[in-house]
């Protein structure tokens, strides 16, 4: 291949600004081009794993990417700290698995945060509850996954006896590109291996004194595995929600019922008589905690949305007085 032949392949591995680009038979590692930074206005305008990219071929193997092709699905999050910024996850993604364990890690009110950011990319999310030869009750842990995100699927898994392994991958179409999220330690690079039958994937044990994994995953990697493409991703710590407010209502369905129940329109669910969410609360039909996580997520949107666009306000200032200067 020479310098100015483009190729298209797809990003498999990435580290800060430096990318493993893989065609059908060999691998690249690239960074972008000048003409490519020098165009490129925000983070969302780089390549990300799963990206598909067209890149050209310098000496030594070296490649240079050029363009960055459509993408169908992207997960994202607002980055940590107080900067307004999305820091993309992944790209092109077909299912998302929320991995959660059995044990120290089910949370639900973490699984509902993780499947709004799913819903939001236009993938479709899958549950896979980890580890679930450590407790009796799998059953019933499984009922509380499903009442909790209506309508997503649930595969309890052990990756140590094998069972649900093959159910999942059954669930999952030849060609089907997925990301695996979750905590440190949930066993989500485990998982991959277990897909693969053979180990691709680095993995360490859980300290036996708190159940937590070490951070193994340091950086996001695509795999090939048994006919599908599995992107593993680090443990995150935090998951601040970029976007998700038109699908608030996929995560709560429950509670969107209840408040077209309301007496009134403009229920603010505090006092006013008629209020069907309230009357769900008092009767045990609602979890409460399940409705103020609905409150809590719904006003970080809100707040997201004008963090947002107060910084796209400034940007576009600050990018007129370049142009004057």
Known sequence: MNQTTITTGRVTAQFQHMYTVTTENEAYTCSVSGKFRHEAESERDYPVIGDYVEFTVREHGQGLIRRLLERRTVLSRAAAGNETREQLICANVDYILITMACGHDFNLR?????????????????????????????????????????????????????????????????????????????????????????????????????????????HRALFAVDGLFVIDTPGMREFGLWDGADHLDDTFRDIEALADACRFRD????????????????????????????????????????????????AEKKKKRKMKS
């Open 110 to 218: 973490r699984l509902e945060r993780y499947s709004l950011a799913a819903w939001e990319t236009g993938a479709t999310p899958l549950i896979v509850l980890t580890k679930s030869d450590q407790v009796e009750d799998v059953n019933g842990l499984v009922s509380d996954l499903t009442l909790t995100v209506p309508g997503v699927d649930v595969h309890p898994v052990s990756s140590v006896t094998g069972n649900g392994v093959e159910t999942l991958r059954n669930a999952l179409p030849n060609g089907s590109t997925i990301a695996l999220v979750g905590s440190s330690g949930v066993g989500k690079s485990t998982l991959t291996n277990a897909l693969a039958g053979e180990t691709i994937a680095a993995t360490q044990a859980v300290r036996e004194s708190d159940e937590r994994g070490k951070h193994t995953t340091t």
């Open 267 to 314: 229920c603010s669910h505090q006092a006013e008589p008629g209020c069907a969410i309230r009357q769900a609360i008092e009767s045990g039909t609602l979890d409460a905690k399940r409705y103020q996580s609905f409150v809590k997520l719904e006003r970080e949107l809100r707040y997201a949305e004008k963090r947002q666009a107060e910084a796209a306000r400034l």
